[in-house]
Structure formats: C-alpha cells, structure tokens
C-alpha cells in the first residue's frame, strides 16, 4: 500500500524558478527520503531526512520535515531543464537501512526551457 | 562500480508462460529489494533479503511470485504462470544494512504478458 502521497501530481514550471513538492505519510517513520527518476530508467537517491531533523540542505534542495502533520516538503531552487522528472518520497519505518520503503506515486515536474 | 544489474531490460512474454528476472546487487551490500512500478498502484516492494535471508515478503501479489538469493550476488524473482496483470516495470535495489539507509536501484525490466 502506499503510504507517501505526494502533491501535486504534476508541476510544470520555467527554468530557473523554484519547484516545491509535498508529501503526506500515515504511520511513524524513521526517516524520509527522496528520490527522483527520469523516464525510463532506474531511481535515484537524492536526499534523506531522519525524524528527530526539521530541514536539511544539499546544493539546490531543502528538504523539511513536519512529524506532527506527517508531512515533507522538497524544495528544488533555481530550477534546469535537466530536473525535468519525476520525485518521489519514500518511507523507512525502521530504520536501519536493512527495511524496504514505502513509495508515494510521485510528483511528475516538468521545466519549461 | 557497475550499479545494480538488471536483466534481461525488456521481456515480452505470452500467458501462462514462466517469468524469471535477474539481479546483482553492488558488490558490499548486504540487503536486497525487489519493487514493481505500475501506473495504476505505483512503486511497491515486493520482498527483501537481508544477508541472503528474506526478511519480509508480504508484498509478492500472489504464489505465482517466488524470489530467491542464492548468494550475495545474485538475486532472482520469477512469476510462474505469468499473467497480463503481471505487465509492469520490475526493479531491484540494493543497500548496505547499517550504512547510509540509501538504496541504489537498478534499471529495471520492463514485462510485458500477453
């Protein structure tokens, strides 16, 4: 089942504008991350945020979290036609590294050049 | 590092027929996933092995999925008798148990049952 919900489900935007996208999980989490996919290929890890941290940085994202609304939000600055993607966050229930993830459906951006 | 190995990248296949996707985890990692991505239901995990040992299976559909890792470097998941339902992209993922929590994912297969 899935528990990440992202929204929106699609955001299209001009380059060198900032994308921000939302995720809503159910249960308690050890920690968030996100990942981004490009049509047709395999997921990529981009950045995870733990469960005691409210935001974190890593060159153009911010990620934040909000454990009491059970909700993240991934904030890409300065958007490039090559973020063009979909982002996905994911769910660690246990920690640890050893669980599988639990996947929202993603947010599909798109950057207009 | 090659990155997880995924083979074969596309499979096209009749009902009824016997499914068996491939995996090899990056050399080092210790836990395995297997996840299936659909656009009706999205990404979602299948089964996992920690040391070779499937810890969770919870998530294989039905009996007609069964996975297996032999050794830490290979990693299978057949579907027998496959079905048109079955059609999806099918990805593995690898992890070092107790490191960055990161998992690296394959490319994945593409399944298409007729």
């Known amino acids: 089942s899935q528990q990440g919900e992202e929204d929106p489900q699609a955001l299209s935007i001009q380059e060198g504008e900032n994308a921000t996208m939302n995720c809503s999980y159910k249960t308690s989490i050890n920690n968030l991350q996100w990942y981004r996919q490009n049509s047709g290929r395999g997921l990529v890890h981009l950045i995870l945020?733990?469960?005691?941290?409210r935001e974190k940085h890593s060159g153009r994202l911010r990620v934040t979290l909000d454990t009491s609304k059970k909700s993240s939000s991934l904030l890409i600055t300065a958007s490039r036609a090559a973020d063009t993607a979909s982002y996905f966050c994911?769910?660690?229930?246990?920690?640890?590294?050893?669980?599988?993830?639990?996947f929202g459906k993603g947010t599909h951006l798109i950057i207009q050049p | 590092d090659a990155g997880v190995i995924q083979s074969p990248r596309h499979e096209v296949t009749e009902m009824g027929q016997e499914v068996t996707l491939r995996c090899k985890p990056i050399?080092?990692?210790?836990?395995l996933f297997w996840y299936r991505q659909t656009m009706m239901r999205g990404l979602e995990l299948l089964i996992y092995?920690?040391?070779?040992?499937?810890?969770?299976d919870s998530g294989m559909p039905e009996d007609r999925f069964s996975a297996k890792m032999p050794n830490a470097s290979f990693s299978t998941l057949k579907i027998q008798p496959s079905e048109p339902r079955d059609s999806a992209v099918y990805f593995c993922?690898?992890?070092?148990?107790?490191?960055?929590?990161?998992?690296?994912f394959g490319p994945g297969t593409r399944l298409t049952v007729t």
């Open positions: 993922a690898s992890s070092f148990a107790g490191g960055s929590y990161e998992q690296y």
């Open positions: 050399s080092g990692h210790n836990s």
């Open positions: 092995f920690n040391n070779n040992v499937p810890i969770d």
């Open positions: 945020i733990r469960s005691n941290e």
């Open positions: 994911a769910t660690d229930s246990n920690g640890g590294g050893a669980d599988g993830l639990t």
